[in-house]
Nanobody, 127 residues
């Protein structure tokens, strides 16, 4: 049974930092590209960052470049998102997701293609 469980969300002031974690189980984690998506109320789900199966490649949305860093541990089956210099517009529910590795090279930010999703963790940034 596939499980993706996010943690680390919370409420912070603008300019603050948070580190999100995602624990994966039930599939061959090291074979899959992993990504973080977010969805704010009334908005579509958007890709934040992705990392290839072997961690050789990463992709980031323009809105988070220079502020967010995605990483993974293929021994512990963990995915991370270090978020610095947070802004109120970063407020959203954050989800981790898994997809076949090839998908990320051309369509990492397309949510429809992802196989597995977590339940999400809320991030709230206040000014």
């Amino acid at each position: 049974q596939v499980q993706l469980v996010e943690s680390g969300g919370g409420s912070v002031l603008s300019g603050g930092s948070l580190r999100l974690s995602c624990a994966a189980a039930g599939y061959t984690y090291s074979d899959y590209c992993m990504a973080w998506f977010r969805q704010a109320p009334g908005k579509e789900r958007e890709g934040v960052a992705a990392i290839s199966a072997g961690a050789s490649y990463t992709w980031n949305a323009d809105s988070v470049k220079g502020r967010f860093t995605i990483s993974r541990d293929n021994v512990k089956n963990m995915l991370y998102l270090q978020m610095n210099s947070l802004k109120p517009e970063d407020t959203a529910m954050y989800y981790c997701a898994a997809v076949e590795n090839y998908h990320c090279y051309t369509q990492w930010a397309v949510a429809n293609g992802y196989n597995y999703w977590g339940q999400g963790t809320q991030v709230t940034v206040s000014s």
